[in-house]
């Protein structure tokens, strides 16, 4: 009797408990299980067999590596992606630093413009700035033209932007702001107390940068180092216009699919190309972790500004030089879109044809960009989001577990997600290459780590205490979670859902391999038309792109304030 | 029906620390009465407010019992447990205006409108902020006295069993603090409603509660209300954390009646007490053995030097707290002068920072405690930073 007794009282203390957190924990991971786990699985499997045999130990091969011994394609790929990642670190930091020390430490006119200005690299797509400096240092470059008709007297001329030149000096361009916005955000939040105190000591100004402000912000630098490299790596639309014969991993990935359906040899490409970034993050983190510093200040007190003319006059020209190079694509692009050709000095033939002819040739293409883009954010948003809720506020064994498969994808080139859901998804029983549907997939897998980590930031500073006031007050999780948590949460999701849908909508790394006729986004169609060299339609089409994408990141700077141009950093 | 109070039965609980296990609470045992103000004392992790969100139901116990009357609560989800509870941050809702912060609760219990506005007007009465309703703000463009009253009204509108506090004053400047403790007693005493209120402020802890805990390391020192803990503490550690005690480590040489005679460590001069019963608070009181000797410093005399004494000091610290003046001595013929403090009402005159003074015991009010202490060394106050 006391038996049944007991155990009625125990199945009544478990229908009182709240279990509604746990079952929706399961739908972000069941996700993740199948969505990325389960193809990385297949995919790392795939590259120890050749390509059309059966996936069994007994098929267990090397050959897919051993190309990286005997074929000199991969063996420069490899030296390429290594070489470019490393010069485009070396070179962002070197101009990326000194930028954000000016813009944080000296006073000059319309800094906010200039931060404003500077973030525009990055919301532009990586391609269409390199098909624009084609435009401008191409074969038949303008810039080119005009440069080598100075240097003609000398007998010299510059050389056409393609090959490993060219790559690096669009990426640094492009990835630029990165290292800029990091650094001037460390230089401007480190506590000024600091350098005072040193100052008072009796430390000289170079004595005080060498040995207080250079250590102060290493944390930062190192964060905005691995960021550029990870990117750099993983980029595939700059190598593949400006490339020509010099291909890096990822256009050899693009290259092994596109050319021979080879899976297994592009997963075995894509293992390398990931343990590379895995190394670099391991690398960096033991250099960071070694000297953790608390760069945020609590002190009010804000920095003097150097008052120098002299330096405020090297600031100024610096800062308006590199603003004009790193905007030359974007305006290069803008007159390019009212002109038929531009090879001489200035356009010829001006037209709003190219502009005319956009609902024509591209409405199917926007209509599929703008659904794909939609959908995977809506979607981003709400695995993101319970995601983040669970691992932040139930902190369930294993969180650290979903935390890491969550931002994953972070360290995945675009172009390795693709491979893998591929891999996982392109024979029977399941097959949904060539659909809407794995482009879907593979964007909320690419994109999720925007969210989570806009979500987590916005919960880690939301006082716990109100969660547990309002289940004090007698609410169960679900009432806590729709009343209390979800509002307050809300501009964190908002912001992050904001950001995938901008970088989506420019997304081509991911879309390259999985697109099909019928599912070609706008990014497609530009790098396309790149390719079939009609650089004015091309042109007209980047210009729509990147001014959605500008109102969208916009619009969100007024709605969020400063910060959310910050999340930018998320890559 | 049952009285209903709180009883602890042997609650212990253990946190899964990064390293190893971090025990927060090493099996306390006690009882709250239906209706009292109940104040948990102690030093920055003693284990109050582990033992207040366990209360609530915010923590787990590891093992243990809370009984609520004679129901057992120990396994009811906090959304059950029909509790208000005041957040040290106050936890008010910033997306939602004030009435609708109060009405909270309410609306989780699905209460009909006419009721909730019946019950939200009528606390912010009893909690002395009716007008604030009228112009309904968010509760961010309010002063933090205004932010504690709401965060209280909001803690009892539904008519809780039970109230807890925790630190509901930590964030408020000093005058405030003094004002609103009288308000939270007023408050309590209105509603009757058991409350346990947590804090780290002794001076708070004396003045509001009707009894109350005072916690160290996971376990209850002693329970008592605050005349008795102030001048009955059971032990060093609570006569330490409730105001100041000098401690003298001594040698007990006859006992004759409640006549004793003890040789103090320091200087090794004898002098005799005379005590009650109840200034003894230890069991070990036998011929030779080892005790320590406690003098409050309003217990203790300062006199000039020349005068008869049983020490000889240095005046290092003189503080005038406006309704005594506290000295602080340095004992003289020891190496790193053991530092004691001695109050007086009136400044003592021609006495300044340098001069050497005498010092001597009131007879009355002495304590007498076990442990064992270096008297060089003196008794280490862990409260202290």
Same mark, same amino acid.
């Given at each position: +009797? ?7 009282? #125990? ?36 590259? #120890? ?40 670190? !070396? ?23 200039? @931060? ?47 090959? @490993? ?5 669009? +990426? ?28 008072? +000591? ?78 670099? *993050? /391991? ?87 703008? #659904? ?5 954010? @809506? ?60 482009? @879907? ?33 007698? /609410? ?31 997304? *081509? ?28 339609? /091309? ?28 999340? !930018?950093?998320?890559? | 029906?049952? &009285? ?11 946190? $899964? ?85 109060? $009405? ?7 209460? %009909? ?8 007007? $009528? ?6 902020? %009716? ?9 961010? $463009? ?95 550690? &609570? ?9 003298? %480590? ?13 040789? =103090? ?102 304590? =007498? ?17």
């Amino acid at each position: +009797m006391t038996v049944m007794n007991r155990l009625k009282s #125990f199945i009544i203390d478990q229908v009182k408990k709240d279990y509604t957190a746990y079952l929706i924990l399961l739908i972000p991971l069941l996700f993740l299980v199948i969505f990325l786990v389960w193809p990385l699985a297949i995919s790392i499997g795939k590259a #120890f067999v050749l390509k059309g045999q059966e996936l069994a130990l007994e098929n267990f091969t090397l050959a897919n590596f051993e190309r990286f011994f005997t074929s000199s394609m991969y063996q420069r790929s490899l030296r390429n992606s290594f070489l470019i990642s490393f010069a485009v670190v !070396f070179f962002t930091l070197l101009i990326g630093v000194p930028m954000g020390y000016f813009v944080a430490r000296v006073e000059m006119p319309f800094k906010k413009l200039i @931060l404003a200005l500077g973030i525009l690299p990055i919301i532009t797509p990586a391609f269409v700035g390199a098909f624009s400096w084609v435009i401008l240092l191409g074969r038949q470059g303008i810039l080119r033209y005009a440069i080598n008709k100075v240097l003609d007297i000398f007998g010299l001329s510059l050389p056409p932007i393609y090959g @490993l030149f060219g790559i690096i000096f669009t +990426m640094s361009l492009t990835y630029l702001p990165f290292v800029f916005l990091l650094s001037y955000g460390a230089f401007r939040s480190s506590n000024p107390l600091l350098e005072e105190s040193a100052m008072i +000591m009796g430390a000289t100004h170079s004595r005080i940068l060498r040995t207080i402000t250079i250590p102060l912000i290493l944390p930062s630098l190192g964060a905005a180092a691995i960021l550029v490299f990870i990117r750099s790596i993983g980029n595939f639309g700059i190598p593949a216009v400006l490339g020509g014969n010099q291909y890096v991993l990822p256009t050899l990935i693009h290259f092994r699919v596109h050319g021979f359906w080879d899976l297994n040899g592009a997963s075995a490409i894509a293992i390398i190309s990931v343990s590379i970034v895995i190394i670099a *993050l /391991a690398i960096q983190k033991k250099i960071v972790s070694a000297r953790e510093y608390e760069t945020i200040s609590t002190a009010t007190s804000e920095y003097k500004l150097h008052k120098h003319p002299l330096i405020k006059a090297i600031a100024i020209i610096y800062c308006i030089l590199i603003l004009l190079i790193s905007l030359a694509p974007q305006i290069t692009i803008l007159i390019m879109s009212f002109f038929e050709k531009w090879t001489g000095y200035l356009p010829v033939g001006f037209t709003l044809d190219n502009y005319k002819i956009i609902p024509q040739i591209a409405s199917k293409t926007i209509k599929n960009s703008f #659904f794909l883009a939609v959908t995977a954010s @809506l979607l981003t948003a709400l695995i993101g989001t319970l995601a983040a809720y669970i691992t932040e506020r139930r902190r369930p064994r294993g969180g650290i577990l979903i935390d890491f498969t969550i931002m994953t994808p972070f360290v995945l080139p675009g172009i390795v997600v693709s491979v893998a859901l591929l891999s996982a998804f392109s024979s029977e029983p399941i097959n949904i290459s060539g659909t809407f549907l794995i482009i @879907l997939i593979a964007f909320i897998v690419r994109r999720n780590p925007y969210v989570f980590r806009s979500v987590v930031a916005t919960l880690t500073q939301l006082d716990e205490a109100l969660e547990e006031s309002s289940t004090i007050s007698g /609410a169960s999780w679900f009432y806590t979670f729709r009343r209390i948590t979800l509002p307050l949460i809300l501009p964190g999701i908002i912001s992050g859902t904001i950001l995938t849908f901008a970088t989506l909508l420019q997304e *081509l790394a991911t879309t390259i391999l999985l697109y099909s006729a019928r599912t070609v986004t706008l990014p497609i169609q530009i790098y396309n038309t790149v390719a079939e060299g009609n650089f004015g339609i /091309a042109s007209s089409l980047s210009v729509l792109l990147m001014v959605t994408v500008f109102i969208m990141v916009y619009l969100m700077n007024i709605f969020f304030g400063d910060s959310s141009s910050s999340s !930018f950093k998320l890559g | 029906m049952s &009285v209903k109070n709180i009883v602890y039965k042997n609650v212990v609980k253990k946190f $899964a620390g990064k390293q190893e296990q971090v025990v927060a609470l090493k099996g306390v045992s006690f009882e709250i009465k239906q209706g009292e103000l109940f104040c948990l004392l102690g030093p920055s992790g003693c284990g109050k407010t582990t033992l207040l969100r366990i209360t609530a139901g915010l923590e787990k116990l590891t093992s243990g019992k809370i009984l609520y009357g004679d129901k057992d609560i120990t396994s009811i989800p906090p959304f059950r447990r029909n509790i208000g509870m005041v957040f040290q941050s106050f936890a008010l809702y910033p997306h939602l205006n004030v009435f609708e912060n109060v $009405a909270y609760g309410l609306r989780v219990r699905k209460q %009909p409108e006419e009721i909730v506005k019946k019950k939200v007007t $009528a606390i912010m009465e009893l909690v002395g902020l %009716p007008d604030v309703l009228r112009r309904n703000p968010s509760p961010t $463009a309010l002063s933090g006295g205004q932010q504690q009253r709401i965060a209280i009204a909001r803690a009892l509108v539904y008519d809780p069993e039970i109230l807890l506090l925790d630190e509901p004053l930590a964030s408020l400047d000093a005058k405030l603090r003094r004002h609103m403790r009288a308000e939270i007693r007023r408050i309590q005493k209105a509603t009757n409603i058991t409350t346990i209120y947590v804090t780290h402020d002794q001076e708070e802890a004396m003045a509001i509660g009707d009894r109350m805990a005072i916690m160290n390391n996971g376990l209850v020192e002693q329970i008592g209300i605050s005349d008795q803990i102030y001048h009955q503490p059971e032990n060093i550690f &609570v006569a330490n954390f409730i105001g100041k005690m000098n401690f003298f %480590p001594a040698e007990i040489i006859e006992i004759q009646g409640n006549n004793y005679q003890i040789k =103090l460590d320091y200087n090794k001069k004898i002098i005799d007490l005379y005590l009650q019963k109840e200034q003894i608070k230890t069991d070990d009181l036998k011929k030779n053995n080892k005790i320590i000797l406690g003098a409050r410093p309003e217990n203790m005399i300062i006199l000039q030097k020349d005068e008869e004494s049983t020490f000889k000091g240095r005046v290092q610290v003189i503080q005038n707290l406006g309704k005594i003046v506290r000295y602080e001595v340095s004992l003289l013929q020891i190496e790193k002068g053991k530092l004691i403090e001695v109050d007086r009402e009136r400044a003592l005159p021609g006495v300044k920072e340098g001069d050497e003074v005498a010092i001597n015991f009131k007879k009355e009010d002495l304590l =007498l405690f076990s442990g064992n202490i270096d008297y060089k060394e003196g008794y280490k106050d862990d409260s202290d930073e």
